[in-house]
């Protein structure tokens, strides 16, 4: 009887950490890793295999889509909801942006309920310069330091190219 009870009361424990911890990684903030080259050298700036760094994404931003130019987000991917993204807002709703593709220079506005991203190394990012501006809908927070490695923890700086875009409204 002793045995069932202790391991009943260490089941019960474990089950209600783990809820806890469920509900604030979904609520409000988690760990993630950042896998591949987009971002670099914002992350994964030395990482052979591109696997470096662990980040701390905050979910308050989520509440009032309350988001500024710079801020690193963790999206969905517009084509497939089950692949995550982090990425750079470099314009907003209403914002101007002026973009490149294919050799072709271009400007365009935002539309409301979105934003556009981009990757810090735009050699390897797949981005809005391919698919687009992302609706805000499918922003799951807001990178806000490098947690690991220890000799890279830190708060992650809001930077933009501030030349190519416009908040004329």
Same mark, same amino acid.
């Given at each position: ?22 509900? &604030?990684? =979904?609520?409000?903030?988690? &760990? ?38 710079? =801020? ?33 220079? =271009? ?19 797949? =981005? ?5 501006? &992302? ?35």
């Amino acid at each position: 009887m002793g045995t069932q009870s202790l391991l009943w009361n260490s089941v019960k424990k474990f089950l209600t950490c783990g809820l806890i911890g469920l509900t &604030i990684s =979904d609520r409000y903030a988690s &760990i993630v890793p950042v896998r591949g080259a987009s971002m670099s050298p914002t992350f994964n700036p030395r990482a052979r295999n591109f696997t470096d760094d662990y980040v701390l994404v905050e979910k308050f931003c989520l509440k009032k889509y309350e988001f500024s130019h710079g =801020d690193v987000v963790v999206f969905c991917s517009p084509s497939n909801h089950k692949e995550k993204h982090i990425k750079r807002i470099i314009a907003l709703p209403g914002d101007w942006i002026g973009t490149t593709h294919n050799s072709h220079d =271009d400007v365009l506005k935002v539309p409301k309920g979105h934003c556009w991203v981009e990757g810090d190394n735009s050699a390897s990012s797949i =981005d809005s310069r391919s698919f687009g501006p &992302i609706p805000l809908g499918l922003v799951k927070g807001r990178v806000t330091h490098v947690v690991w490695p220890p000799r890279r923890i830190g708060l992650v700086e809001r930077v933009f190219p501030q030349e190519r875009v416009s908040s004329l409204k």
